[in-house]
């Protein structure tokens, strides 16, 4: 079946360091690649994608992702964390199906909190 | 930029009563969702809607759910008699094709009392 893992439920970090969230998917197909963010009382926002390409995709406000397609993960980095990045990480995966349709399969999310 | 909006914020109702989610998409895109995420847990597919038709939908979405793109904007989520198990945030979702980015709305955070 279709999944997807985030390994990390909690993650406390303090300013200006590094961050890297894990994320990997089970599925044998192509698949299209998303992290989702969201910020405490507000909606899931695109922080960046992979469709194909250059395994490594840049995103908004700093974040990258790599896709390395061996070990079926697309981990998310960010250098240097700032206090605002504390929310709500998403890793989604865009499966087709075999209805002729795609779906997000999303992960359980990690909770990001950044401390002053 | 155009954005995915959902009303109401919040909804709270007995449980049995029937409630409507409503969602506008972004007006050029094609393809609709929800989604749902009960507190705590992960982000869970509900169905899929594109010209008129549900797409695809998981075992969630039984037959207690329905939704409807009822004129050119608004795309619903009815829940005929709500159980408990239903409070949750809803999600709507759009895209303008089917294997791109889908786009979110706000949520509306249902709660079954």
């Known amino acids: 079946a279709q999944s997807v893992s985030q390994h990390n439920h909690h993650v406390i970090l303090s300013e200006a360091a590094s961050l890297e969230l894990g994320c990997n998917y089970s599925?044998?197909?192509?698949?299209?690649l998303f992290w989702y963010v969201q910020y405490p009382g507000q909606h899931l926002q695109l922080l960046l994608k992979y469709f194909s390409g250059d395994p490594l995709v840049k995103g908004i406000k700093g974040f990258e992702a790599e896709f390395i397609k061996s070990k079926f993960s697309f981990n998310l980095r960010k250098p240097s964390v700032q206090w605002s990045d504390t929310a709500e990480y998403f890793c989604?995966?865009?499966?087709?199906?075999?209805?002729?349709?795609?779906?997000?399969?999303f992960g359980t999310g990690t909770r990001l909190k950044v401390l002053a | 930029e155009p954005e995915v909006t959902q009303t109401p914020s919040h909804q709270v109702t007995q449980m049995g009563q029937e409630v409507i989610l409503r969602c506008v998409p972004i007006?050029?895109?094609?393809?609709f969702y929800w989604y749902r995420q009960i507190l705590g847990q992960k982000v869970e597919f509900l169905v899929s809607?594109?010209?008129?038709?549900?797409?695809?939908k998981s075992e969630i979405f039984d037959d207690q759910f329905s939704v409807e793109r009822p004129d050119g904007s608004n795309f619903t989520l009815k829940i005929r008699s709500t159980k408990l198990e239903d409070s949750a945030m809803y999600f709507c979702?759009?895209?303008?094709?089917?294997?791109?980015?889908?786009?979110f709305g706000p949520g509306t955070r249902l709660l079954v009392l």
């Open positions: 989604a995966v865009n499966a087709f199906s075999t209805s002729g349709t795609y779906k997000y399969i």
């Open positions: 007006s050029n895109h094609l393809y």
């Open positions: 809607f594109y010209n008129n038709e549900i797409s695809e």
């Open positions: 979702a759009s895209s303008e094709v089917r294997q791109e980015t889908q786009y």
């Open positions: 599925y044998g197909g192509t698949v299209n």
